[in-house]
């Protein structure tokens, strides 16, 4: 293998890793519940800065029935409903393993049966207004390497 397809293999491997290196396999979801008001800052309109009593949770987990342990969540939801056991409004905010859809009608919600809306979205944060955003330092790095490597390789007169 010459010389100049082992450098280009080196690069594409590195832009690979790159490409890696931000990827999320976990979600990052608001955490909270208020049931008739009890905790505005779980309510609409949610402003994650004033949300005292929510929890900004970066690699959620959860349990899964009739398993051991918490495995990696993929979704945030957001569940406004009413109860129709106490006819109290219900607002709950956390994480997934399965996609719920957005869905609108009755649906049992743990040992409720509410009367609402289940949204489900699949982004760092969605459950209230925050994206997924790659740090600058994370892409410096490697491609820092990668040029470390090429100059070591190939004499600097040749890069230029």
């Given at each position: 293998m010459s010389l100049n397809m082992k450098i280009l293999l080196g690069v594409l491997f590195e832009l690979y890793l790159i490409c890696q290196f931000g990827k999320v396999h976990t979600i990052g979801c608001?955490?909270?519940?208020?049931r008739n008001g009890s905790n505005p800052?779980?309510?609409?309109?949610?402003?994650p800065g004033f949300s005292t009593n929510s929890t900004y949770t970066e690699r959620c987990k959860v349990?899964?029935?009739?398993?051991?342990g918490e495995f990696p969540a993929h979704f945030c939801i957001k569940v406004i409903g009413t109860s129709y056991n106490t006819n109290e409004k219900v607002v709950i905010r956390r994480c997934t393993t399965a996609t719920m859809d957005n869905?609108?009608?009755?649906?049992?919600?743990?040992?409720?049966?509410?009367h609402g809306c289940v949204l489900t979205c699949d982004l760092d944060g969605c459950n209230s207004s925050k994206s997924l955003q790659y740090s600058f330092l994370s892409l410096l790095l490697p491609v820092s390497l990668?040029?470390?490597t090429l100059r070591s390789?190939?004499?600097w007169q040749m890069i230029t």
């Open positions: 608001f955490i909270c519940f208020s800052n779980c309510e609409d309109p949610f402003h349990p899964k029935r009739n398993h051991i869905q609108c009608g009755n649906f049992q919600f743990e040992d409720d049966l509410l990668s040029i470390a390789i190939i004499p």
